[in-house]
T-cell receptor, first 115, second 113 residues
Framework: GAVVSQHPSWVICKSGTSVKIECRSL??????MFWYRQFPKQSLMLMAT?????????EQGVEKDKFLINHASLTLSTLTVTSAHPEDSSFYIC???????????FGPGTRLTVT | AQSVAQPEDQVNVAEGNPLTVKCTYS??????LFWYVQYPNRGLQFLLK????DNLVKGSYGFEAEFNKSQTSFHLKKPSALVSDSALYFC???????????WGAGTKLIIKP
């Protein structure tokens, strides 16, 4: 149980284009979903927290107009990187917190490369 | 503010020996503590958590962690290490808002045959 999927697992896009990443909780309902970036050999950097049906809360320094987050249902959240630039290349990871739970369950991550 | 420290960047252990990965925390109020593992080219996996109750918490893959309130520590342990335990381990504490997790820097665990 407690499986979270991400799609796509990797994507290459050209500078200036937008990319959407999906995060799904497959066997539980997630009241809260989180989006992280992970740089090589570094810990996770929280980008934003989203609660189903409400606007995401972004961490300081994260541009909300660039990283659009939608949490339309209890099993799906999406992150759209708009007008991507090479510096946006990173490993993006989502996690989901089951309703009533404290721990987070993580997706396998999405490797984004912007050329 | 909540914070987590993992003082060791890397821990080396021989296969079959006991292992400990250290974690200390700073919180206001009761701590909610977690351990996660990240295998190469894979996502983070939840190992165990301490919310309340017994100080010794058992988790996945034979791991356990001991909550020590006086030392504000939550060290991860395993009695007998396997080569397959080699991975990156993260300690985390629940933040003050919205169930966010505050992460340690991670400890690379290397188990040598």
């Amino acid at each position: 149980g407690a499986v979270v999927s991400q799609h796509p697992s990797w994507v290459i896009c050209k500078s200036g284009t937008s990319v959407k990443i999906e995060c799904r909780s497959l066997d539980f309902q997630a009241t809260t979903m989180f989006w992280y970036r992970q740089f090589p050999k570094q810990s996770l950097m929280l980008m934003a927290t989203s609660n189903e049906g409400s606007k995401a809360t972004y961490e300081q320094g994260v541009e909300k107009d660039k990283f659009l987050i939608n949490h339309a249902s209890l099993t799906l959240s999406t992150l759209t990187v708009t007008s991507a630039h090479p510096e946006d290349s990173s490993f993006y990871i989502c996690s989901a917190r089951p309703s009533g739970g404290h721990e987070q369950y993580f997706g396998p991550g999405t490797r984004l490369t912007v050329t | 503010a909540q914070s987590v420290a993992q003082p060791e960047d890397q821990v080396n252990v021989a296969e079959g020996n006991p292992l400990t990965v250290k974690c200390t925390y700073s919180v206001s109020g009761n701590p909610y503590l977690f351990w996660y593992v990240q295998y190469p080219n894979r996502g983070l996996q939840f190992l165990l958590k301490y919310i309340t109750g017994d100080n010794l918490v058992k988790g996945s893959y034979g791991f356990e962690a001991e909550f020590n309130k006086s030392q504000t520590s939550f060290h991860l342990k395993k009695p007998s290490a396997l080569v397959s335990d080699s991975a990156l381990y993260f300690c985390a504490v629940r933040g003050e808002s919205n169930y966010q997790l505050i992460w340690g820097a991670g400890t690379k665990l290397i188990i040598k045959p």
